[in-house]
């Protein structure tokens, strides 16, 4: 890759608080979980230079609750390893957090699809070589190549993709971030079957090529 996986690019003004009451983080827990148990997020030392990768948000009241930075390769989430994320803004590449982890260096990317569409209540960010790949014969949207993970012009590419969507779920492809797959709907569960629905797609597309 040439980028570093993991690294922090928006400004953070962070500070340890608790996590807003009104948010149920079990979707996270579950949604964590099943997506560790397929790979989709993890941490492996072969690849992306080590570091952890995926990460897992629910939206609340005011803002979302994401998992903290470099939490991938965790067998299992806690409430120490959430973030709250109150604001943010694109334009001063700025993000306001809270609770008892720092928030995932994507954070501004799920923030742009909550702030795009409203009935969406849970986003996923996983690594799948299949899916990413695939994504033509997939017909997936994808982000613009140039634009880097974690960053102002990801965000703006996201809200481009989403610009013409009235759909409360949905998959892109991160077409600059190496095996980068986003999917969002309005539950955790729908989320998660958007996903392992494509990587066996994916799969089935490969093994067919590959024959």
């Known amino acids: ?8 690019r928006y400004q953070l003004d962070y500070r340890p608080g608790e996590l807003p009451s009104d948010a149920d983080v079990s979707g996270i827990f579950r949604g964590f979980d099943q997506c560790r148990g397929s790979g989709l997020i993890g941490q492996d030392p072969g690849r992306y230079d080590g570091y952890a990768y995926g990460n897992i948000s629910v939206r609340a009241n005011r803002g979302f609750v994401i998992s903290g930075t470099q939490t991938g ?4 989430l806690a409430h120490e390893d959430l973030a709250w994320v109150e604001d943010f803004d694109l334009t001063r590449n700025w993000l306001r957090a809270t609770g008892p982890a720092r928030p995932s260096s994507e ?24 899916i990413w790949q695939q994504a033509g014969s997939l ?7 140039g634009a880097a993970y974690g960053t102002p012009a990801m965000a703006n590419e996201v809200r481009r993709l989403l610009a013409s969507s009235s759909g409360d779920a949905g998959v892109f492809v991160m077409g ?11 539950d955790m569960d729908s989320a998660g079957g958007l996903v392992l629905e494509l990587l066996e797609r994916a799969n089935t597309l490969a093994a067919g090529q590959a024959g």
């Open 1 to 8: 890759m040439t980028e570093s996986e993991g690294v922090t």
């Open 73 to 76: 390769g965790k067998p299992h």
């Open 107 to 130: 954070a501004m990317t799920h923030g742009q699809i909550y702030r795009a569409l409203p009935a969406v209540r849970a986003v996923i960010h996983v690594h799948s070589v299949p």
């Open 139 to 145: 017909g997936l949207p994808l982000t613009a190549p």
């Open 176 to 186: 600059g971030h190496e095996d980068g797959v986003v999917a969002y709907a309005s």
